[in-house]
């Protein structure tokens, strides 16, 4: 029988904890369960509880989203994307649309879409006009656009793909020599997609403590109480506290799709830079649809800021769970959700946006 918050809160203050414990989680969705809940002013104060790279908003790299508003801007097409992305900035010199949604004021054709089935509708509303997708996001996400991509999509529809992996990007973390964490939380539902498995390296190669979680205060709870007890234990296991959903080897459909549709690359991180194999790109087999390849690119050497954030934007600390969100010299001050400096502050899945909605001011 699985157990409360009430009564994991009870174990987990009963532990005998070391000064300060590390707890890394790496999914905006677990993110804002634990600020919304307030679970960090419901634990113990050895336990921190820091938010990582888990906003695939937050890590599309500056020239991708240079490259949507461009080609809105410049080419014949409508541009497709999550409503998220609309407001994220760039901070390219010589640039004054800094976002897709000053290039719709501006009079491109850009269109928020919550699925691929609307793009997929779009597309077949409008078939002489060509509708480019601009699809950022993480496993999660990418899967069900792989699927769309699979089921055949009409010949007007051409996808800008910026994929992420989840994983890598804590792999880069552990390996990089300065681990800012003693455990982690890891996502439930890429989980969900991927299987568990992919999360084993945490604890086999880090020794690590690692514990999949689900996004209520239950499953969280379960999760931290489990790394505090696998940190004491000396003995980290890789732990699932949401074998509700999380199953064995993942959701095989969707995984199968994913290898189909696409490969996995190396890929840049905004804030971060480039990490070996974390990102996805469109199969040769779907280059009829590969906006990357069909379209000009506006890109140029002096325009790859990839790892760069506006001035006096800490995102990439934020991202890289270095800092809290309110330690970013102008959170709530030049930084707010009306007014967003930096993508973490735009997005509902970014730390600083999430911070800031849960009452955070300063
Ligand atoms: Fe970036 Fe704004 Fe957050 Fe600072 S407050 S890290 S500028 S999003």
Same mark, same amino acid.
């Given at each position: =029988? ?23 989680? @790496?999914?905006? &969705? ?19 509880? %820091? ?80 509708? @480019? *997708? ?6 999660? /996400? ?5 699927? =769309? ?31 800012? *964490? ?8 890429? &989980? ?10 945490? @604890? ?10 689900? *996004? ?10 489990? +790394? ?39 890929? /840049? ?5 480039? %990490? ?8 040769? +087999? ?25 001035? &006096?934007?800490?995102?990439?600390? @934020?991202?890289?769970?270095? %800092? ?39």
């Amino acid at each position: =029988m699985s157990l409360g918050a009430a009564e994991l809160l009870e174990r987990i203050r009963a532990l005998d904890l070391p000064e300060k414990v590390r707890i890394m989680n @790496v999914c905006g &969705g677990h993110e804002r369960s634990i600020t919304q809940a307030g679970l960090r002013n419901a634990l113990p104060p050895a336990i921190e509880l %820091i938010p990582g790279p888990g906003c695939p908003v937050c890590v599309c790299p500056e020239e991708d989203v240079y490259q949507a508003i461009q080609l809105a801007m410049n080419e014949d097409l409508t541009l497709a994307t999550f409503g998220d992305m609309l407001r994220v900035p760039v901070n390219v010199r010589k640039t004054e649309i800094r976002s897709l949604e000053q290039a719709k004021a501006a009079g491109a054709d850009v269109v928020p879409v919550a699925s691929p089935q609307e793009i997929v509708a779009l597309a077949r509303a409008n078939p002489d006009r060509r509708v @480019v *997708f601009f699809a950022a996001g993480f496993e999660t /996400t990418t899967a069900p656009v792989a699927a =769309m991509m699979a089921q055949g999509v009409p010949d007007n529809l051409l996808l800008l793909l910026s994929g992420r992996l989840t994983w890598p990007a804590v792999s880069m973390l552990l390996n990089s020599g300065e681990v800012g *964490f003693d455990a982690l939380i890891a996502p439930g539902h890429v &989980g969900t997609v991927m299987g568990p498995e992919e999360w084993e390296f945490v @604890v086999e190669d880090h020794n690590v403590p690692a514990a999949i979680a689900g *996004f209520d205060s239950d499953s969280l709870l379960a999760a931290i109480y489990s +790394v505090l007890r696998q940190l004491q234990s000396g003995k980290p296991a890789l732990d699932n506290c949401y074998t509700r959903v999380v199953q064995s080897g993942g959701n095989p459909t969707a995984r199968r799709f994913l290898s189909q549709v696409m490969e996995v690359t190396d890929a /840049t991180w905004r804030g971060i830079g480039t %990490i070996p194999a974390s990102g996805f790109s469109l199969r040769d +087999v779907y280059a009829a649809h590969d906006a990357r390849k069909l379209l000009p690119d506006y890109g140029d050497d002096a325009r790859r800021r990839v790892g760069e954030m506006p001035a &006096g934007c800490d995102c990439a600390q @934020v991202v890289l769970g270095r %800092i809290y969100p309110d330690q970013c010299r102008i959170f709530g001050a030049a930084c707010t959700p009306r007014t967003p400096v930096g993508p973490c502050m735009v997005s509902d899945e970014g730390a600083c946006r999430i911070w800031w909605s849960s009452g955070k001011r300063t």
